[in-house]
């Protein structure tokens, strides 16, 4: 039964392609996958997809702290 569970791990959606992935990074309340962060690492700031990464990244925000 444990190895069942551990084949069944949740996906999340990643906050910059929008797609369902098992694997990544979480930054505050958001999920970046394992392949966006790569190309996000390795992706030079004159490169038109560097915008669309920023865009993206703007979707996340600082979690409020409650005291």
């Not at 996000?40 to 703007?58: G, V």
Request: charged share 25%; glycine share 2%; with cysteine.
């Amino acid at each position: 039964m444990s190895s069942l569970l551990a084949h069944n791990h949740l996906e999340e959606t990643c906050v910059i392609c929008e797609s369902l992935k098992p694997k990544g990074i979480h930054l505050y309340t958001s999920f970046i996958c394992t392949d966006c962060e790569n190309d996000l690492i390795h992706t030079d700031t004159n490169d038109p997809r560097y915008k669309y990464f920023l865009k993206q990244l703007k979707k996340i925000t600082t979690p409020e702290i409650f005291s």
